[in-house]
């Protein structure tokens, strides 16, 4: 059973249209397991092997294409019509002469399609090289356009249904980080403090259920908390060390990440001080700036000063556009909080704003998921900003 309403999923594809008639598209081949969710409610760790949404202007429901062992999870997830999804047969599963995007090249075909302008998903994660060979071998009078991040943006603004996941992602992700701070111990294998974040995750709380993550929780220690990217090793923590946590609460795929940075002992190094301090005002400073109708540059702007008069800099963004996704990214690809980006906030619009500050041989993290409101934002978790030690 889908997890929203039809008039909603209904709502998502009028938009959707109207997004691809201003391109210029008359249909789309979908390849994002996040946008595929988004439009027909189907999810299942499927997308390891090539499936696919077709949005027709001519056509009341997406057209949902997956393995033919997968066509069951549909009945389960979607709130389409049994004629509006189908599988193609294994044999076409990697394999060397043949493809699943051959079938999807069929049944275009079939459809009266392939003389109308189709654009394809050519910058998303499940779409390579392969599947564009075997579209344009089985339909090789098209000329493909490019539609990346069009259903992208049409996630950009949230329903209220959504936030709501994303509220409940936001007590999970405090859940974690507690749990996180309270198994990072001394002589504890880094490894065991990650099983007990992930069990976090997924076990959620009384009143409802958690997900799997689009991102494993990031927990480097020591000198490798100067890096923002790396997970756990099976070495023990050690006393006078520090410890980068980043993770997420999920909640039917929607995602709030939350940062924080740890220090094991009794009394952090000065300058660690001094950067949570810093970066934690800043932090603060931004989050007190935000309204509806800036851009987002003008917010990155006020932490960008802020961290100036400290004789600081920080050259990657500071905030992304997230909600709804699949491994490996819980972001959604379209704004950023940087230099250049002049998109105007709107209300439900949902953003992870992390002020991440990675140093040559240490680093500090405090971030936030937030929702901009009519006033301002709000942020889906309350754990307290600061540099935590643990004994």
């Known amino acids: 059973m889908a997890l929203f309403t039809k008039q909603e999923y209904l709502q998502r594809l009028e938009k959707t249209k109207s997004r691809m008639e201003e391109q210029g598209l008359e249909v789309i081949v979908l390849a994002d397991p996040a946008n595929m969710n988004y439009l027909t409610g189907y999810d299942g760790w499927s997308f390891y092997t090539p499936q696919a949404v077709l949005v027709a202007l001519s056509e009341d429901e997406p057209q949902l294409i997956v393995r033919g062992m997968d066509v069951n999870g549909a009945k389960h997830t979607v709130w389409l019509s049994e004629s509006?999804?189908?599988?193609?047969?294994?044999?076409?599963?990697?394999?060397?002469?043949q493809h699943p995007m051959n079938f999807v090249g069929e049944f275009i075909k079939k459809k009266g399609w392939a003389g109308k302008r189709i654009g394809l998903e050519k910058d998303a994660y499940y779409f390579n090289i392969r599947w564009l060979e075997a579209l344009q071998k089985t339909l090789p009078d098209v000329e493909f356009q490019d539609c990346?991040?069009?259903?992208?943006?049409?996630?950009s603004i949230k329903s209220q249904a959504e936030i709501l996941f994303m509220q409940e992602a936001g007590k999970i992700a405090e859940q974690a980080m507690q749990t996180a701070l309270d198994s990072i111990t001394p002589g504890k294998r880094e490894c065991e403090a990650a099983a007990e974040v992930f069990r976090a995750q997924i076990r959620g709380l009384p009143e409802f259920g958690g997900d799997y993550p689009a991102i494993v929780p990031l927990m480097p220690t020591g000198s490798k908390t100067s890096a923002p990217h790396l997970t756990w090793t099976e070495e023990p923590y050690k006393q006078e060390q520090p410890i980068n946590l980043e993770l997420a609460g999920c909640r039917h795929r929607y995602h709030a990440p939350l940062a924080r940075t740890a220090w094991i002992g009794r009394k952090p190094p000065q300058k660690l001080q001094e950067l949570a301090h810093n970066t934690v005002e800043g932090l603060n400073l931004t989050l007190e700036a935000i309204k509806p109708g800036l851009a987002c540059e003008e917010v990155e702007l006020v932490w960008r000063r802020h961290i100036a008069k400290l004789g600081l800099e920080k050259e990657s963004r500071i905030a992304y556009a997230l909600g709804l996704n699949y491994p490996p990214d819980w972001g959604e690809h379209t704004m950023s909080f940087r230099p250049g980006d002049r998109t105007l906030l709107r209300p439900n619009m949902t953003f992870h704003m992390i002020l991440g500050m990675w140093m040559d041989d240490f680093g500090f993290e405090c971030s936030e998921s937030l929702r901009i409101t009519e006033q301002g934002c709000e942020t889906f978790s309350n754990f307290p900003r600061k540099l935590f030690v643990v004994d």
């Open 84 to 97: 509006s999804y189908q599988g193609y047969p294994d044999g076409l599963v990697q394999v060397a002469d």
């Open 148 to 155: 990346s991040l069009l259903v992208n943006w049409v996630r």
